[in-house]
Nanobody, 124 residues
Framework: QVQLVESGGGLVQAGGSLRLSCAAS????????AGWFRQAPGKEREAVAT????????YYADSMKGRFAISRDNAKNTVYLQLNSLKPEDTAIYYC?????????????????WGQGTQVTVSS
């Protein structure tokens, strides 16, 4: 199995940027597809971006296209999420997840391993 720890969240003004990191330990991280999900208060968890094992395939939710970028460094066992042009509606807890199911799925139920989450708050 793999353990995931997110970092990089915080408070930022609208239009600002953050870079989230997810450090993996345990089994070889390159064996897992990875994804970032978020959950805002009173809302369901939603997929933000996902990435395949070799970074050849990525997915972005429509509202994140052009603003967010997912990447990974398998040598460092880390997956990143660059958040640009942040909006107040991006405020949420952001979770990193990993799975051996599929190439880079977008359904949260297909991810077996989850981090504890990191809070991102965007002020207007």
């Amino acid at each position: 199995q793999v353990q995931l720890v997110e970092s990089g969240g915080g408070l930022v003004q609208a239009g600002g940027s953050l870079r989230l990191s997810c450090a993996a330990s345990g089994r070889t991280f390159s064996a897992y597809a990875a994804g970032w999900f978020r959950q805002a208060p009173g809302k369901e968890r939603e997929a933000v971006a996902t990435i395949s094992r070799d970074s050849g395939n990525t997915y972005y939710a429509d509202s994140m296209k052009g603003r967010f970028a997912i990447s990974r460094d398998n040598a460092k066992n880390t997956v990143y999420l660059q958040l640009n042009s942040l909006k107040p509606e991006d405020t949420a807890i952001y979770y990193c997840a990993a799975t051996t199911d599929g190439v880079n799925p977008i359904e949260s139920y297909r991810y077996r391993y989850w981090g504890q989450g990191t809070q991102v708050t965007v002020s207007s």
